[in-house]
Structure formats: C-alpha cells, structure tokens
Nanobody
Framework: QVQLVESGGGLVQAGGSLRLSCAAS????????MGWYRQAPGEQRELVAV???????DYADSVKGRFTISRDNAKNTVNLQMNSLKPEDTAVYYC???????????????WGQGTQVTVSS
C-alpha cells in the first residue's frame, strides 16, 4: 500500500517562508502528477500547485510568484517552497499524487494526512 507522508508546516509571520515536503513510500508503484492542495476552515479544498512527471508546473493565481513546487522522481518526493506568506494562505495543506500500483492497470488519487500552515498578521 502506497502512503504519502508530509512534513513541514507550522506557524509563521506574514512575509515569512515555509517549506513543505511529501514523500511517497511503498513498493512497486509509478507516480504521474504530484501536487499540493489546501483547505481553509469553511472552505472547499483548492489546488495550490501541481507538477507533472516531466516537470511541467501549474499554480493557482493566488500563489503565482510566491510559491514554487518541485519534485525528485528518484526519491518520489514533492516539495512546496512558500515565500512571502500572507494570512490568507492559512490552511491545512495536503499532498496529492496520482499513482499506479503495479501491475495496474488503474491510476488512483492518493492524499497525505495534511499539515497545518498558519500565517499570522
């Protein structure tokens, strides 16, 4: 069974930085896209950033220019560097990956347990 384990997060003042990391573990699997979502209290979960296996990235308009997503395919990890944080970035952040457990044939969505990011004003 594949698992996504997140690390990072915490409390930071507005204008500060945080780095989130997520590692996929298990046996015999292949990863397509990886990404980060977030959910604020009373809000729906929303896409923050996504990266393909080839390194193509996409960001929510609200984080463009401030957040950077990266991945290491050899280590099955994805990171989110968050700079110039704002109070409105406060949310639980979830790692996501589309994974094929060999021998397949179906790809499934996997989620991390979530990590809290709180930005104080």
């Amino acid at each position: 069974q594949v698992q996504l384990v997140e690390s990072g997060g915490g409390l930071v003042q507005a204008g500060g930085s945080l780095r989130l990391s997520c590692a996929a573990s298990g046996s015999r699997f292949s990863i397509n896209t990886m990404g980060w979502y977030r959910q604020a209290p009373g809000e729906q979960r929303e896409l923050v950033a996504v990266i393909s296996s080839g390194g193509v990235t996409d960001y929510a308009d609200s984080v463009k220019g401030r957040f950077t997503i990266s991945r290491d395919n050899a280590k099955n990890t994805v990171n989110l560097q968050m700079n110039s944080l704002k109070p409105e970035d406060t949310a639980v952040y979830y790692c996501h990956a589309k994974i094929l457990e060999l021998p397949g044939p179906l790809w499934y969505n996997y989620w991390g347990q979530g990590t809290q990011v709180t930005v104080s004003s």
